[in-house]
């Protein structure tokens, strides 16, 4: 929300420093984002005079001017404006300046053989608008050498302030006035009350076919009017704000939208179609060509105000262009109606269309403000544009906005923590607009004013309410006893209204005000912030970084199609309102996500990267149905190094990754065993599954499928991993004692198999570690060999086995015995003969 200090100070009667307003503003909640002091940019541009205006000798659209400032030579300036000509003054810039509508910082020149001293401005180079048809026009009496920010009077700092979802009364500026004045900044300014006297009948009726449409709305006429460019301090205050100047009558309806937060359209009576507008709901098939030159083709969910011809507005959010006002309106129609708050974010949001109207609408606007904005733009239309106004069309009924909320004195101490006394309490309310009906010692009761749709909102505490942006709701589930349904919804009936009053006062009074407090020490020892579980993320993470992969943070949610690479897309994890098109499934894994980012990565000429991320992967809509992963891509090759040649990644490469997260985790690592059944998207034999015991999978790692690999353009190999965090058993807890270190020296023998080639690896090496698990420390496989010295389909595995003694050096008969056990041990579970 954006409104200048003189717009302000037009709402409320203070004599508050710039300092003060928007300190105040931040303490009573409503938080200052910035302040912009417009004149700054312009200090240092001055009023000049042409003195000469020839044409430039080798341009036929330039001039060359000699220009007077007032003191000192006249100053050369090559000038392309049309209307640059002698006895001009407009608004100088000297070498040195910056120049806001370019972006740039002046300096001499020459241009084209002609020296350029200084530059002639636009309103456009200026920052002050559009306009760059020519340089700024001066009138004849504008004092030369005067800066142009006093001559203008430019010092009106624009203020933005951050305005939450409920506060739609403060997306007005007479509603930041009032707050500022309860604040005790000042007297709030009472708005007018025109009369205006009917001179004809309305030129357009009302009706009301949906009342989802619309609730409330009225109109009026005026006719005889001059629809020409609004007076000079509106459009200062409009653009000020970032708003553009369109005619009067527009900006009427945008000073009355932004000064009062009560949005207004205006119609061109002359192109509406018959005599009556409709508010209803759109017709399949229709569109709307709307003011923003955009075309919108609209749903049965859209509200829309229409004529003979078809849908003329979207309801509350933005007009149409085939019926809206310009300089050749002689009579116009102001709309002013009541919108369901809901329908117009969901109107706005389907559409992805965002006004000034639907951010007030969507939050709730003055129940009782309409019939007094419908008069006071009258009179403002009248004033600048001329003409008389019709009586009044109407249609529907006023909303019943009326409601009272109680505050118990003592709760502004026990809930909010600030000691306030109860007059002061209801002094506060009622410079806040809250009438006083009832009071006691203990407590005071007060009627809700119209403009704060976020105090004791109606239907809170309804089994069947929905949700409104405008206040709190208590949504309960459908499936609750209904005795303790009412005594849920009577609770929050008393608890809600009461806890907005004691916000009210907490905030006017100050909210630095209240003494801050420590939360009270459960424990001299804090437990630790995260559970292992969590913790277990954090480790996860630093793992794969130190194994020189970048950490990466991806959208949790791709295309159908790519979904469809990775596993199963059920329609329940569709999106029905997904960020983009092509964003609209749930992902399967976040690998799938990690080659995406590699594929972009190769496509601008990186094809070896290193990914990873600890993401969510969504198998079905149940609580259970989202698995955390750590998971890991590889692309391209290992870096080239003068020790060994650069090769192809491939599927040990992401092995190893997986088994370096599980180790780091505190997965024991005899206990895993690999399997050769990953998932589809990987290559079915060049990957594997790591397993602790036979049905928990830990991890899966592989080459991805030459086919998933071509349809995501990955044109270089590509190896990938996941972790699933949540099937890794919790950690034992075990007290700490200082690690066992055996006396005696190690020994290590070697063994060679002759095996099947169908015999995996993994099932050899547990049959020789499970030998003699007193003895055996550790059992590796140093060496494969397939080769013609062979019989035909059988491969020689050759393993290191690590006997480490703990109680005495161990004899030559001792070691024997053990490398018998292990013979024997992978002779029967591989069917293995010992190689010579």
């Not at 270089?716 to 066992?740: H, N, S, T, Y």
């Amino acid at each position: 929300m954006k409104f200048t200090l003189s717009w302000l100070r037009a709402h409320l009667e203070t004599e508050a420093t710039l300092e003060q307003i928007t300190t105040t503003l931040s303490t009573i909640g409503l938080e200052v984002e910035g302040v912009e002091d417009r004149s700054a940019a312009l200090a240092g541009f001055r009023i000049a005079e042409v003195i000469e205006a020839e044409q430039h000798p080798n341009a036929d659209r330039l001039r060359a001017l000699k220009v007077s400032t007032g003191e000192g030579p006249l100053l050369s300036v090559v000038c392309g404006a049309p209307n640059a000509r002698a006895g001009l003054r407009g608004v100088l810039a000297l070498p040195g300046a910056f120049i806001p509508g370019t972006g740039i910082t002046l300096k001499k020149g020459e241009i084209r053989g002609v020296a350029s001293e200084a530059m002639m401005l636009s309103a456009r180079e200026m920052g002050l608008g559009d306009d760059h048809s020519g340089i700024i026009d001066l009138p004849a009496d504008a004092p030369i050498g005067m800066a142009y920010v006093e001559y203008a009077k430019l010092y009106d700092p624009v203020i933005e302030i951050a305005v939450t979802p409920n506060r739609g009364d403060a997306l007005s500026v007479h509603g930041v006035a009032r707050d500022l004045a309860a604040a005790g900044l000042g007297r709030l300014k009472p708005l007018p009350e025109p009369v205006i006297t009917p001179a004809y009948p309305s030129p357009l009726n009302w009706i009301i076919a949906d009342p989802r449409a619309c609730t409330h709305v009225l109109g009026r006429g005026i006719r005889g009017l001059r629809n020409g460019p609004s007076p000079q301090w509106l459009q200062d205050w409009l653009t000020a704000i970032g708003q553009r100047p369109i005619t009067a009558l527009v900006d009427v309806t945008n000073l009355y939208g932004i000064g009062l937060g009560r949005p207004l359209h205006v119609f061109d009576v002359g192109k509406v179609q018959g005599n009556t507008l409709t508010m209803r709901m759109a017709q399949p098939g229709e569109t709307l060509e709307a003011l923003n030159g955009k075309t919108y083709a609209l749903t049965p969910e859209d509200g829309v105000i229409a004529d003979a011809a078809g849908p003329e507005a979207l309801g509350g959010i933005i007009g149409g262009a085939p019926t809206g006002c310009d300089e050749g309106t002689t009579e116009c129609f102001i709309e002013c109606a009541i919108f369901d708050p809901v329908r117009i974010a969901l109107s706005g949001r389907r559409h992805a269309v965002t006004t000034d109207a639907r951010s007030r609408f969507e939050r709730g606007v003055d129940q009782a403000l309409p019939r007094l904005a419908l008069e006071m733009a009258t009179a403002t239309m009248i004033e600048l544009c001329g003409g008389e106004a019709s009586e009044i069309s109407e249609a529907g009924a006023e909303p019943d906005w009326e409601r009272n909320a109680t505050l118990r004195f003592a709760r502004l101490a026990e809930l909010g923590g600030a000691d306030v006394a109860p007059d002061e309490a209801v002094d506060i309310l009622t410079r806040l607009g809250f009438a006083t009906t009832h009071r006691d010692a203990a407590s005071v009761t007060v009627a809700v004013p119209s403009w704060r749709n976020d105090v004791a909102q109606a239907g809170a505490g309804s089994a069947s309410a929905s949700l409104d942006p405008r206040g709190g709701i208590l949504t309960q589930p459908t499936d609750l006893a209904p005795a303790r349904a009412a005594a849920g919804a009577a609770g929050c009936a008393v608890i809600e209204p009461e806890a907005d009053l004691i916000e009210e006062v907490l905030r006017i009074g100050g909210l630095d005000a209240i003494a801050p407090l420590s939360l009270p020490v459960a424990a001299t020892v804090q437990a630790p912030a995260l559970t292992p579980r969590q913790a277990r993320q954090g480790l996860a993470r630093r793992v794969m970084a130190a194994r020189g992969m970048m950490d990466c943070v991806t959208y949790g949610f791709l295309g159908h199609t790519t979904a469809a690479l990775f596993g199963d897309t059920p329609a329940s994890l569709r999106l029905e309102n997904p960020i983009a098109a092509d964003l609209d499934q749930m992902r399967p894994t976040p690998v799938a996500s990690l080659l995406q980012a590699a594929a972009r990565n190769a496509s601008r000429g990186h094809p070896a990267v290193a990914l990873c991320e600890i993401g969510g992967a969504y198998r079905s809509a149940s609580l259970d149905g989202q698995l955390t992963l750590a998971c890991g891509v590889r692309t391209g090759e290992t870096p080239r190094h003068w020790a060994s040649p650069a090769r192809a990644l491939d599927a040990f490469d992401a092995k190893g990754d997986a088994l370096a997260v599980l180790a780091a985790l505190g997965v024991p690592m005899a206990a895993i065993s690999t399997a050769a059944d990953a998932p589809g998207f990987y290559h079915p034999g060049r990957s594997g599954v790591l397993r602790q015991g036979p049905k928990t999978v830990l991890a899966t790692f592989g080459e991805v499928h030459p086919r998933v690999a071509a349809a995501l353009d990955l044109t270089g190999p590509a190896v990938a991993f996941e972790v699933f965090l949540d099937a890794i058993p919790d950690p034992k807890r075990r007290k700490k004692a200082a690690p066992e270190l055996a006396p005696f020296q190690p020994v290590r023998r070697d063994f060679a198999f002759l095996v099947d080639a169908s015999v995996a690896a993994d099932a050899l090496l547990r049959a020789a570690r499970g030998a003699d698990r007193a003895l055996i420390a550790d059992v590796a496989l140093f060496d494969r060999y397939a080769g013609d010295r062979l019989p035909e389909g059988k491969i020689s595995l050759a393993i290191d086995v690590t006997l480490q003694p703990r109680e005495a050096t161990l004899t030559d008969a001792e070691i024997e015995a053990v490398a018998q056990k292990i013979i024997a041990a992978v002779v029967k579970a591989t069917g293995a003969t010992l190689r010579g």
